[in-house]
């Protein structure tokens, strides 16, 4: 079957920060994303990596390791803005999204 | 970026009562549209995906004939909640791709249903 981990909560005090998880186990692959969702509101696009390596976007950068099935999303300089889940997909052979069930990011003064 | 509407964002029915709502992408052509319920606290849950003129894809377990889908356009697809019940009420999300080549999904802003 297919399956995507990921933590299901994570604190981290602002000004820190912090590293996410996500482990893979699908079907073919076609890329990873990873999504931002605040409570109540629908997810918002933050990175895709299809490649090996790192992606670095400001103070967020992803990383994925095709041969591990393994992705992390790394937030720097931690705000309280930052508290939301974040979602890691996977595109499968059939340009499915399969989904994580996400994680809850606390962020603490 | 990539931006999708979604209208209404909030509504309020009556059980029994059929709703409407529209998923917009308002600066790319959209062939493939998703739609997505997701409960309090809980994941994102695909219902369904649609292509543009042909029929929609509906994951198993989702009522095809309670959940109608119409993708007419390349910027237009609409869910119908047919006979609602306050089970249905929930958070649909709609999102769009422009193809295979551009594979990421844009999420539209959601519609908060709420059947009484």
């Known amino acids: 079957g297919q399956n995507i981990d990921q933590p299901t909560e994570m604190t981290a005090t602002e000004g820190a920060i912090v590293q996410i998880n996500c482990t893979y186990q699908?079907?073919?692959?076609?890329?990873l994303f990873w999504y931002q969702q605040h409570a109540g509101e629908a997810p918002t696009f933050l990175s895709y990596?299809?490649l090996d390596g790192l992606e670095e976007k400001g103070r967020f950068s992803s990383f994925l390791s095709r041969s591990k099935g393994y992705s992390y999303l790394l937030l720097k300089e931690l705000q309280m803005k930052d508290s939301a889940s974040y979602l890691c997909?996977?595109?499968?052979?059939?340009?499915?999204?399969?989904w994580g069930a996400g994680t809850k990011l606390i962020i603490k003064p | 970026g990539a931006v999708v509407s979604q209208h209404p964002s909030r509504v309020i029915c009556k059980s029994g009562t059929s709703v409407k709502i529209e998923c917009r992408s308002l600066?790319?052509?959209?062939?493939?549209m998703f739609w997505y319920r997701q409960f309090p606290k809980q994941s994102l849950m695909l219902m369904a995906t649609?292509?543009?003129?042909?029929?929609?894809?509906?994951e198993q377990g989702v009522e095809k004939d309670k959940f109608l889908i119409n993708h007419a356009s390349l910027t237009l697809s609409t869910l119908t909640v047919t006979s609602a019940h306050p089970e249905d009420s929930s958070f649909y999300i709609c999102?769009?791709?422009?193809?295979?080549?551009?594979?990421?999904?844009?999420f539209g802003p959601g519609t908060r249903l709420l059947v009484l």
């Open positions: 997909a996977v595109s499968d052979s059939n340009y499915q999204l399969i």
């Open positions: 699908t079907s073919g692959f076609n890329g």
């Open positions: 600066d790319f052509q959209a062939t493939t």
């Open positions: 990596n299809v």
């Open positions: 999102s769009a791709r422009a193809g295979l080549a551009s594979e990421t999904q844009y």
């Open positions: 649609s292509n543009e003129g042909s029929k929609a894809t509906y």
